[in-house]
């Protein structure tokens, strides 16, 4: 097996971890549940603390005296992968006591992210949440803030490009009740860290009611947006996300054109979540639409995270994304669509996914 075949088999697996897991993500927004292992230098965030991988044919443990990961299959050692160190920049503390590691958190080896607004209006009704989502889980456990203010994620990454290399920002959001849709404390958020330090930074919200919204936020600093859809065919979005899915696809694809005139084709971008019940013919179907208007679609196996309403759906097969990684792969070739040429965000990261290898 090859080190992007196993990468692959263990996002969508997961690794039963032997021993304390030491740096990882329970809960919250983006890659959670998850760790960052490396192989051949190509880091993944994988599967450790959900409960698809505790029924994982995978395994791995800390050797104590490399500090390396030896992963097993069915009890049989298949490779070592390395994990990257602590960042230094989580020992650190504002001046008011808050510790660095609850404003912003690295993703992969080199990533920084944060979620400025850990709410959403729609997270605490079930006929609205997204049930897949555990944006509540980290504040819920004290690990993060509700809100960070601008000075705050303008002061973490600034330690975290000097301290650690990092080398771009990821800015999401939960949606508040605004018809902005959170782009507004994202402006304010991207302004303050530009003025500090210079690092490509993503965006990443609902579609907004204004699209001006799109230029106010190049201007303050961002190179690129991500809009994400998730579930690509109604009939999933009504049925797993059910708030989210009144936000129509016609206006996300009027969102998405409008954001390809500002920040340029492949500096547009949206995550697609396969495993959640969308068919292999819908979900590529939908990429190559979006890859030919400019928008990177960034597919990634769903991960069922424990304590959600989801935590017990089954995992999507490692077939499934083998076949949709290579027909995608042709699509973005066919339509110039490059992850190393998207100046930031979750596609050019790629850890969540193995889109990258088949580019």
Not at 59 to 88: C, H, M, Q, W, Y
Not at 122 to 138: E, H, L, P, V, Y
Not at 263 to 287: H, N, P
Not at 310 to 330: C, V
């Amino acid at each position: 097996m090859s080190a992007i075949e196993l990468l692959s088999d263990l996002q969508c697996n997961g690794l039963k971890w032997e021993g304390e897991v030491g740096l990882s993500r329970k809960g919250g927004a983006g890659p959670s549940d998850h760790k960052a292992l490396t192989l051949e230098g190509q880091t993944s965030m994988i599967p450790v603390l959900n409960l698809a991988s505790k029924d994982s044919p995978y395994s791995g443990k800390k050797d104590p005296e490399t500090g390396d990961v030896i992963v097993f299959k069915n009890r049989i050692p298949v490779a070592t992968l390395s994990a990257p160190a602590r960042p230094r920049f989580y020992d650190l503390t504002t001046a008011d006591g808050i510790s660095y590691e609850q404003i912003a958190t690295l993703h992969s080896h080199d990533v920084l992210a944060t979620t400025v607004l850990q709410h959403c209006i729609r997270m605490n009704d079930k006929a609205t949440a997204c049930q897949f989502c555990s944006i509540d889980q980290s504040l819920k456990g004290g690990r993060t803030l509700i809100r960070k203010r601008p000075e705050q994620l303008a002061e973490v990454a600034k330690a975290a490009v000097e301290l650690d290399g990092v080398t771009q920002m990821v800015i999401t959001t939960g949606t508040p009740n605004t018809p902005d849709r959170g782009a507004e404390i994202l402006y304010d958020s991207v302004k303050a860290i530009k003025a500090q330090i210079d690092l490509p930074i993503q965006v990443q919200c609902e579609p907004p009611d204004d699209f001006t919204w799109f230029q106010k936020l190049k201007d303050a600093g961002a190179v690129s947006i991500g809009m994400h859809l998730e579930a690509v065919s109604d009939r999933v979005r009504k049925k797993i996300m059910p708030g989210k899915a009144e936000v129509s696809l016609d206006v996300y694809f009027a969102a998405f054109a409008a954001a390809v005139q500002v920040f340029g084709r492949g500096q547009v971008s949206t995550y697609i979540l396969a495993g959640l019940g969308d068919t292999e013919e819908e979900i590529v179907t939908m990429t190559e639409r979006l890859a030919e208007i400019g928008v990177y679609p960034f597919v990634v196996p769903f991960v069922p995270i424990q304590g959600t309403a989801l935590q017990h759906h089954p995992k999507p097969e490692q077939s499934f994304m083998q076949r949709l990684y290579p027909k995608i792969g042709h699509q973005l070739r066919q339509y110039g669509l490059n992850s190393e040429q998207t100046k930031a965000g979750c596609a050019k990261c790629g850890a969540c996914s193995s889109l990258k290898a088949y580019e």
